[in-house]
């Protein structure tokens, strides 16, 4: 974990996510899964998270120069937000389309580049939102109420 | 079913687990993209890649079992993965389709899944 922060108001937790080594792809997903069992969330609850985290974690890493997820766990509410370096996407309604893919040889190799993977993290989440500046960065914000 | 009877049926081996855990549904893919967007209940996956992302699909969805098929085998540190999170691991030389369609004449039966 990079920073964890706990107040009154409830848990932030930051990871970073690289984009050299595919083989640790699932790790920070895995670690904010194993937090939210900790804190006994709902199991149903938890695997929609874990799900849509995991969808981010493999495209900051097939897809950016690199980012980090924040997890921000309060009382009624589990936050996400994951942001990356670059290089924004062009148009995000075409992305957000199924079967819509940019992903390389590499990722279809490991049996993702689908084009699923921004529609299922709006179907696993309670509110979802994509923002992006082409050239500069991609924004992706989830919520899910507890 | 038990673990046991599945490698009965399909002519397979364990690699990690234990014979006396059972599964009742099956989702066959090579396509965890496909695997992570319909699956939601517990199930086996079956399936013919043999990387990390099939343990972390699997963990993230919270199934117990995969069944290699065409005779894949998964390497050491992939198996480890899957032991740290007490999956059961099964290969067989059967193709998927064949491996799919013994299971499922013998019981096992197949998820109803949505498209959204």
Redesign the interface.
Known sequence: MNSFITNNEGIVLKYIVGTDD?????EV??KI?KVLKQLNID?KLI?RV??AT??AE?NVAIHSLGGYIEVEIIKNEIKIKIRDNGPGIKDTNLAMEKGYSTASTKARE????????L??MK?CSDEFKIESKFGEYTELNMKFVV | MKISKVIELINGKILIGNIDDSINYAFSSDLMSDVLAFVNEDTALLTGLVNNQVIRTAEMLDLGTIIFVRGKIPSEEVVDLAKEREMTLLTTNFTMFEASGVLYKNGIEALRISYE
């Open positions: 595919f083989s640790i792809v699932g997903s895995s899964k199991n695997r874990a799900i995991y969808e493999v490991l049996g993702f580049g689908a084009g699923m993977g529609p299922n179907r």
